[in-house]
């Protein structure tokens, strides 16, 4: 995969009508997610887009977002190639 050669961003992002602020992707990977001032998760400063709720993270992030997409109970989290 391209993406895996040439450490190309990906896009992340947390639907806020879904996040329940559990804090479990905070806890699993603080290197892409942080708790936002209600609990809920948003992208850490230096990975956010023009929403704290989303952003881009390189490559070498994608298996530690990955685990916490797949542990988010109700499936607030996605990511994709950009
Ligand atoms: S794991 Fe899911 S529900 Fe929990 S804080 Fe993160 S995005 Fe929200």
């Given at each position: ?39 809920k998760a948003q992208?850490?400063?230096e990975f956010r ?34």
């Open positions: 995969m391209l993406s895996a050669v040439y450490n190309l961003p990906l896009k992340v992002k947390v639907n806020w009508d879904l996040c329940i602020a559990d804090g479990v992707c905070y806890a699993l990977c603080p290197q892409v997610f942080e708790a936002g001032p209600d609990g992208i850490v400063k887009g023009g929403q704290p709720n989303e952003g881009k993270i390189p490559e070498d992030l994608k298996d530690c977002a990955e685990q916490s997409r797949v542990a988010c109970p109700v499936g607030a989290i996605s990511l994709e190639p950009e």
